[in-house]
């Protein structure tokens, strides 16, 4: 009985991996080579940055008032230019202007950090990989930085697709303080789409209180970095159970048919791994949610199609390179 239950579950899971993509089927892919699919900068933590500030009330705050000393934000996350601890005196006036390219900001992103909440929605879209010695989990949207396959030229995302939690939290940062104090609400200055005076949704009304968008995001970002605290666990669980393996993708190389040229290089589940676990493991993982997030993530991997056939279009709409 032991034994059947375990092969059960894995034969659920792999039934759901191959199930068929209908919408992206290729049968023949060539891909000029591209620079392997890599984790760019320091993360700290998935869509995190260090804080030294003072000290704050218990929970998510919004600095009332401008220190003397301006606060030092150490590290950096993907998508974010100049981050600031929103301040209800400095940025008053500040707010959010309509923009014509409003997904500009994340055209040159090639992957962005993924919560395991959203792998059953993002896994219909997107490869959900680990990338770096922490195996932070990314959505893949692109081979190469300066080219995301899901933001047209003009800055619109593609709405057939699914909208990453960590680009929806855009232009608004967690910032975590030393000593457990609570995290700091910071905003995107540098972004496009936020304005220092006559915006079209502003972040605080005429008596400096928070307006129901601030609100609203400060609720947002808060629930991520609950998530995240939470994926951080589930990546420890996978890591304590030798459960990753280096994986990469490798499409036909067009100078020589007969070779394979590799794309992407990251870390997986161990399919081999996973079918081996026993049987109580496997009810455990089951009732924590974690079966569900392994299931997700390597169906998700047969997205991998899509993204070779999205940039191989790209690549031959492109202009040829004159003739020397």
């Keep these: 009985m032991t034994c059947g239950l375990q092969a059960a579950v894995f034969k659920l899971v792999t ?38 500030a003072p000290k704050a009330m218990k929970g998510f705050c919004i600095m009332a008032d401008a220190p003397n000393t301006e606060p030092r934000l150490t590290g950096s996350v993907p998508l974010y ?19 014509a390219q409003p997904f500009n900001f994340l055209k040159d992103w090639h992957f962005v950090p993924a919560i395991v909440g959203e792998f059953s929605v993002a896994s219909g879209s997107y490869p959900i990989i680990f990338l770096g010695d922490k195996k932070m989990p990314v959505l893949v949207m692109g081979l190469r930085q300066g080219t995301n396959v899901f933001v047209s030229e003009d800055g619109q995302f593609d709405q057939d697709h699914y909208v990453p939690a960590y680009v929806r939290r855009y232009p ?60 951080e ?24 048919p007969d070779n394979t040229i590799p794309v992407a290089d990251y870390w997986g589940v161990s399919e081999e791994k996973f079918s081996n676990l026993p049987t109580e493991k496997l009810v455990e993982m089951h009732k924590n949610g974690d079966l569900f997030a392994i299931a997700a993530h390597l169906m998700s991997l047969q997205r991998w199609e899509r993204i070779m056939r999205r940039v191989s279009l790209l690549q031959a709409a492109e202009p040829a390179a004159p003739k020397a």
């Design 15 to 52: 039934a759901l991996i191959a199930l068929p993509d209908r919408g992206c089927e290729v049968r023949h892919l060539s891909c000029r080579p591209v620079m392997l699919l890599s984790l760019r900068g320091c993360v700290a933590a998935i869509g995190h940055i260090r804080y030294l």
């Design 81 to 99: 230019k100049n981050v600031e601890p929103l301040n209800r005196t400095k940025h008053k006036s500040y707010g959010v202007k309509s923009v």
């Design 172 to 231: 608004f940062v967690s910032a975590s303080n030393p000593m457990n104090e609570p995290s700091t609400v910071c905003v995107d200055v540098g972004a496009d789409f936020v304005v220092t005076s006559k915006p079209d949704v502003p972040f605080f009304d005429e008596a400096g209180e928070p307006t129901e968008y601030i609100n609203r995001a400060v609720e947002f970002v808060s629930a991520f970095e609950n998530d995240a605290k939470i994926t």
């Design 233 to 256: 666990g589930f990546v420890e669980r996978l890591t304590a159970l030798d459960l990753f393996e280096q994986k990469n993708v490798r499409v036909a190389d067009p100078n020589n």
